[in-house]
């Protein structure tokens, strides 16, 4: 045998080989994601919430608490404010040590694109969890 030549025990194409690797590659991704997808969505069923959105495959829930503090929220912020919904945007933040009060972030859009920090109208508003209502309101410092 030649130095400079390799023996190849199989006559077909590389390109083949590298075909079936690929497809061995997508059948196994495409089935991870597929389990992934259905235990998400399994899971969140079985937590008892409702609403949220899907995005890349993962669902988004929210919990029945949460989308209530966020309707009081917008409720405050319509009749106290004036803001129309599309002209801020809502950050549900925890709740306070005490765990009495959520604490949600009212981000004023025109405030992101601000240059001075803290010279806006966005607050921070801290909801009672029993009452659902707005109990303070906290300025950017």
């Not at 190849?8 to 194409?13: D, G, V």
């Not at 259905?38 to 609403?51: I, P, V, W, Y």
């Not at 549900?92 to 004023?108: L, P, Q, S």
Request: net charge positive; proline share 2%.
């Amino acid at each position: 045998m030649k130095e400079g030549k390799r023996f190849r025990i199989s006559k077909r194409p590389r390109r083949f080989g590298m075909i079936i690797c690929f497809l061995r590659w997508a059948a196994i991704t495409i089935t991870l994601g597929t389990l992934l997808w259905s235990g998400c969505h399994l899971h969140s069923e079985k937590d008892g919430k409702k609403g949220g959105s899907q995005v890349a495959g993962i669902t988004e829930t929210k919990s029945t608490e949460e989308t209530r503090i966020e309707e009081a929220a917008v409720e405050y912020l319509t009749q106290r404010k004036h803001w129309k919904r599309a002209e801020y945007r809502l950050e549900y933040k925890g709740t306070t040590e005490d765990k009495r009060f959520a604490v949600v972030w009212a981000i004023y859009l025109r405030d992101e694109t601000n240059p001075m920090p803290g010279s806006g109208q966005s607050v921070a508003l801290h909801v009672d969890r029993n009452k659902y209502r707005v109990v303070e309101e906290l300025g950017w410092q």
